[in-house]
C-alpha cells in the first residue's frame, strides 16, 4: 500500500498569502493517479485538483497542482478567507486501491 | 446536477452489522460507466476507502484491509446503493460517506456524510 505524507501538518497564513502544501508518496505513482481535496468543518471534501495539475469544475485558478514521482504540491496563489480548512492528496493505486494523506490544515494567522 | 445522500442508524452495537444506502438523484446506477464508492473518515483521522461498484459491470472492489467484513449492492430500480460492514467495534466509529467517481482515479461528488457511532 501506497502510503502519502503531508506536510506541514497545520499552515498559519494570511489572506493573500501564497500556501505551499506538500504531500510526498512512500513509491513513485503516476501523475494521472494523485488528486487534491478541500475539506471545512461538518463538509465532505471537494475535488480540487485531479490528473495532479487538472482543476476540476468550477474551482479557482488560484489553486494550481503540481509535481510527479513522489513529490506533489498544491499552491493556492492568494488566499481568500473561504479557503481556509483542511487539504487533503489521495492516489490510486493497484489493487485497485485509494489512499489519503493525513491532511494539511491552513489556518488563519 | 448529481446529488448523494447516505441514510442509515446513527448508532450501531459491536459485533453487529453496519448498513447504509445512498440514495442518488440527478444520475442513474444503470447507465454510463461510472464508480461509485464508500469512503469514512473517523474523527481526526484520515479518509479511507471502503469498497466500490462499477455501474456497467456491477464489479466491486473492496479496501483489502476491510474486504473480509464489506459488501456493497445496488439497487438500480431504487437507483441506491448500499454498505453492509459486519462485526463492527469502536473502531468502526466514523462519518461514513459515498461518492461518485471522477473517471476511476478520484472522486468527483460526495454525499454529506453520515456520522455512525459503534457504541452499547
Known amino acids: 500500500e501506497i502510503v502519502l505524507t503531508q506536510s506541514p501538518g497545520t499552515l498559519s497564513l494570511s489572506p493573500g498569502e501564497r500556501a505551499t502544501l506538500s504531500c510526498r508518496a512512500s513509491q513513485s505513482i503516476s501523475r494521472t493517479y494523485l488528486a487534491w481535496y478541500q475539506q471545512k468543518p461538518g463538509q465532505a471534501p471537494r475535488l480540487l485538483i485531479y490528473?495532479?495539475?487538472n482543476r476540476a469544475t468550477g474551482i479557482p485558478d488560484r489553486f494550481s497542482g503540481s509535481g510527479s514521482g513522489t513529490d506533489f504540491t498544491l499552491t493556492i496563489s492568494g488566499l481568500e478567507p473561504e479557503d481556509f480548512a483542511v487539504y487533503y492528496c489521495q492516489q490510486f493505486g493497484s489493487s485497485p486501491q485509494y489512499t489519503f494523506g493525513q491532511g494539511t490544515k491552513v489556518e488563519i494567522k | 446536477q448529481v446529488q448523494l445522500r447516505e441514510l442509515g442508524p446513527r448508532l450501531v452495537k459491536p459485533s453487529q452489522t453496519l448498513s447504509l444506502t445512498c440514495t442518488v438523484s440527478?444520475?442513474?446506477?444503470?447507465?454510463?460507466?461510472?464508480?461509485w464508492s464508500w469512503i469514512r473518515q473517523p474523527a481526526g483521522e484520515r479518509l479511507e476507502w471502503i469498497g466500490r461498484f462499477f455501474s456497467s459491470s456491477g464489479n466491486t472492489d473492496y479496501n483489502p484491509s476491510l474486504k473480509s467484513r464489506v459488501t456493497i449492492s445496488v439497487d438500480t430500480a431504487k437507483n441506491q446503493f448500499s454498505l453492509e460492514f459486519n462485526s463492527v467495534t469502536a473502531a468502526d466509529t466514523a462519518v461514513y460517506y459515498c461518492a461518485k467517481g471522477a473517471g476511476s482515479v478520484a472522486f468527483g461528488v460526495w454525499g454529506q456524510g453520515s456520522m455512525v457511532t459503534v457504541s452499547s
Open positions: 490528473g495532479a495539475s
Open positions: 440527478g444520475d442513474s446506477l444503470s447507465s454510463g460507466g461510472y464508480y
